[in-house]
């Protein structure tokens, strides 16, 4: 059975960083890329990064590029989205998912983790 | 980046009905590769998405048959037959054509 396990999420204040992590199993990691998407409270889904099996490929939504960093360590099964300069915007609950596509550049979710829910307050 | 727009936000359905929810792109979905990255997510209270349709009318493994898709190009459409309780919940359409992928605002399914 697919699993996805987020944690790291908690309550920062606004400028400061925080790292998620999400730890896979049921599955080989290290043969699929993986995402990771945000709900704000009350809101819809907003896909936030992606990336390739071997890190090869990284894409980022503009909102979160050059404050975010998704990265991965298959020998861990984990991936991981570090978060910098973080904003009241940027509270929201954080999934990962797993992409699904044979193709890098096309995508769809399968598996869903619980998410860990992030809070940027003062 | 590709905006997806929903309608209607929100449907009120007696159980055992039939809705359908709409989903259009500002842009072609087509995929250089042919495919089309068109894909349905329901939302249950409290609960992450669960993917229902992929690549517009591909029902995921263990989705009921009352569920599906068509479209092409910039217009889709999920069908929802004999609605069940279990049914309930905020739907969502999402683009993985190209990035950054992109969601619908999401189609509340209430009953009547």
């Known amino acids: 059975e697919v699993q996805l396990v987020e944690s790291g999420g908690g309550l920062v204040q606004p400028g400061r960083s925080l790292k998620l992590s999400c730890v896979a199993s049921?599955?080989?990691?290290?043969?699929?890329?993986m995402n990771w998407i945000r709900q704000a409270p009350g809101k819809g889904l907003e896909w936030v990064a992606y990336?390739?099996?071997?890190?090869?490929?990284?894409y980022y939504a503009e909102t979160v590029k050059g404050r975010f960093t998704i990265s991965r360590d298959n020998a861990k099964n984990t991936l991981y989205l570090q978060m910098t300069s973080l904003r009241s915007e940027d509270t929201a609950l954080y999934y990962c998912?797993?992409?699904?596509?044979?193709?890098?550049?096309?995508?769809?979710?399968?598996?869903w983790g619980q998410g860990t829910l992030v809070t940027v307050s003062s | 980046d590709v905006v997806m727009t929903q309608t209607p936000v929100s449907l009120s359905v007696s159980l055992g009905g039939q809705v359908s929810i709409s989903c259009r792109s500002s842009?072609?979905?087509?995929?250089?590769?042919?495919?089309?990255?068109l894909s349905w997510y329901l939302q249950k209270p409290g609960q992450s998405p669960q993917l229902l349709i992929y690549k517009v009318s591909n029902r995921f493994s263990g989705i009921s048959d009352r569920f599906s898709g068509s479209g092409s190009g910039t217009d889709f459409t999920l069908k929802i037959s004999r609605v069940e309780p279990d049914d309930l919940g905020v739907y969502y359409c999402g683009q993985g054509t190209q990035y950054p992928n992109t969601f619908g605002a999401g189609t509340k399914l209430e009953l009547k």
């Open positions: 990336i390739s099996s071997g890190s090869s490929y990284i």
């Open positions: 998912a797993r992409h699904e596509a044979i193709t890098t550049t096309a995508n769809w979710f399968a598996y």
């Open positions: 049921g599955f080989t990691f290290s043969n699929y890329g």
């Open positions: 842009q072609s979905l087509v995929h250089n590769n042919g495919n089309t990255y």
